[in-house]
């Protein structure tokens, strides 16, 4: 606007001096090399106002041809960004509906002009493992890589699809890459454990608990349940490794508390009597059932283990029904060690008062087979139809 102001300004001089200067135009006198200009000072003025002129509106029009090429580029620019917004769209919603192909055709071709290229890569790496194509997953995650290599979602969602696709020891190496920086994500952390888990890789699950408890991934619960299946997952791992003696030396090394815990002790005690240490499995749960005289899985545990005494075992159940007289289990696991040392009667008694706290087919069966130890096949079938109905559904 300035210049065109000043190209009017110019023209109008022109005009008004020209003719008060045609009296006195004088001359100007243009000399290049062997050629010569003459010219009224008058002429040269209008062709310097000509000149700029032109010069002018040729620079007007150039901007206007570059403005509308600019435009045309903006124009088609937003038309590709647009059709990529709305392939990607309709792809993410292919992948909701389980349509792995159609998505992925749509969100790797909407990918280049997308506004978020990582999420399409990233949708196209699940639609493709989705098909079975995990080399082409790895294709999407390291192109989603390639834009962002220190994304959280990039790391998160490959080892996601690595554990999908059973991948568990990739998927652990994929979270350790990114746990330092990311060591309070609860979405890694859950992820860690649950790979810890299908690894049966029980040590560093042991040592996550606390944390996962801390930062509430699981409840309190969990971490109790948790931790009990690790122990007992590790002492089965040392006992498969080492043996009885692996195990026992394993077992004393655990802080009293957790040798405290009932679940614990039962797994100790099998894991011994499996490897034909019955003897020091006792020890442990003679110990055990001082402080829990009336946990009836432990209870039931002393009549499987295969001992050379029985004595010892009677005297310490039979002390148990003094605390609790009422407990079936223990007056069962008595009746069965009668039995091993052929004292008939007495397993009869600690038999029939199980039943009668507690009918249990087990306990019918050894007391039908005390019965006909004690030749009393009357009361042997007697015992046998009322075991039968108590196998029988009840009727409505």
Known sequence: MIKLLLL????????????????????????????????????????????????????????????????????????????????????????IEGDWKQAEKLVVKAAKHSDTPLLNYLAAAEAAQSQGDANQRDEYLKLAADIDSQNLAVALTRAKLQFRQQQYEQAVATLHDI?????????????LKDCYLKLEDWKPLLAQLPQLEKLGV?????AAELQIKAECGLMTHITQQNGSEGLMGHWNSLNRKTKQRPELIACFVRLMSSHSADSEAYTVLRDALKKNNNDEDLIELV?????????????????LLRYDSSNPSTYSALGQLFMREEKWEEAKKHFEKAIELRPNMADYGYLVDVMEKLNDSEAAADLSRQALTLALPAKN
């Open 8 to 95: 009017v300004a110019a023209l109008i001089a022109g005009i008004v001096a020209g003719p008060m200067l045609a009296g006195n135009q004088g001359y100007v006198l243009i000399s290049v090399a062997n050629q010569t200009l003459e010219m009224s000072l008058t002429t040269l003025i209008l062709l310097v106002v000509i000149l700029f002129g032109s010069f002018f509106l040729l620079e007007t029009i150039i901007k206007r041809i570059l403005s509308v090429g600019s435009s045309t580029r903006g124009w088609l620019s937003g038309r590709k960004a647009r059709k990529a917004r709305q392939l990607t769209s309709t792809g993410l919603m292919k992948v």
């Open 179 to 191: 746990q330092h920086e990311h060591s309070r994500n609860p979405v890694l952390l859950a992820l």
């Open 218 to 222: 699981i409840t309190a619960e969990e």
């Open 303 to 319: 009549p499987a283990l295969n001992l050379a005494d029985y004595h010892p075992a009677i005297v310490r159940l039979q002390d």
